[in-house]
């Protein structure tokens, strides 16, 4: 088979085939043209490849430009057809899925359904999880305190614990979480006082853990560590303030102290579940 002269050409073409939107086969091939120095190429996409004539138009192209082609092609019928016709055409090509995919026939006893783009597939629970991400996004960091009596969790801690990648992570599970900063000159939304405390979690957090986050934060930043956000003394009335919140809600309060994120969501969703089972 012809082999393509990758580094040589100034702009080499390199075309992606797909009976569904081709993004996973996309994104292979640009996982492999990052490992060669020359960075011009110039990428096609051809999605929603349902019928022979479309590969043969596609395989004319691309011997016109001298370029490669990857596919992902689930039918056998049309991925077959397209491996002879480009060992006929000498055109170079990466077929994908089909050696994954004969491998697995191997493998399992059931038959592949042969539809494309079930992975993409857009059922409830992908439109929930989306829905969720935005009203993360949307009510992150006390920006409107509407999202408070909209969201399923709110997340209230002082600065640095970590309160929106939790709020991301949970709307993975899709849950819609809005996340509320507490200090001392801002009086909290007044919504936080009127819904049910149940949905209301505080985030606790030791004044000497938060003094070192801080203090690293001011150094990623190109700061001195000895400002006001990072002293002792500051830490202890944001701290203060953030106690009095809490019980004046009376919600539930998570220490994060020495918890990952990953550790605290999982204790959210627990408690989550427990409220869901009584």
């Known amino acids: 088979m012809k082999k393509v002269g ?30 060669f120095t020359n960075k011009n190429y110039k990428i096609k996409r051809i999605p929603y490849v349902d019928s022979k004539q479309v590969i043969d138009d596609t395989l004319e192209q691309i011997m016109d430009e001298d370029g ?12 077959n057809y397209m491996n002879e016709r480009a060992a006929e055409l000498e055109v170079e090509v990466v077929d994908i899925m089909g050696p994954m995919m004969n491998a697995m026939e191997r493998l399992f006893t059931d038959e592949p359904r042969l539809q494309p783009g079930l992975i993409y597939k857009l059922d409830q629970d992908y439109f929930k999880r989306i829905e969720a991400i935005e009203f993360a996004v949307r009510y992150d960091d006390g920006r409107d305190p509407r999202g408070i009596s909209r969201a399923d ?65 001011l150094k990623a930043l ?46 959210i969703l627990h408690m989550c579940e427990t409220k869901m089972k009584k």
């Open 6 to 35: 990758m580094l040589s050409m100034q702009y080499p073409s390199v075309f992606v085939l797909s009976d569904s939107v081709g993004e996973t086969a996309e994104l292979v091939m640009k996982a492999g043209l990052s490992q």
């Open 222 to 267: 190109g700061l001195g560590d000895q400002a006001t956000y990072a002293t002792m003394k500051r830490i202890e009335e944001e701290l203060k303030h953030f106690n009095e919140i809490v019980d004046r809600i009376g919600c539930e309060v998570i220490d994060v102290s020495n918890k990952a994120v990953e550790e605290t969501a999982n204790v």
């Open 68 to 79: 490669l082609v990857g596919f992902t092609l689930v039918d056998p019928e049309l991925r």
């Open 153 to 217: 969790i709110v997340l209230i801690g002082v600065s640095r614990t970590s309160k929106t990648p939790l709020s991301q992570y949970l709307a993975h599970q899709r849950l819609k979480v809005a996340n509320v900063p507490v200090m001392p000159e801002v009086e909290p939304p007044e919504e936080l006082f009127h819904i049910d405390k149940s949905r209301c979690i505080g985030l606790k957090i030791s004044g000497e853990k938060l003094n070192q986050i801080r203090k690293e934060r």
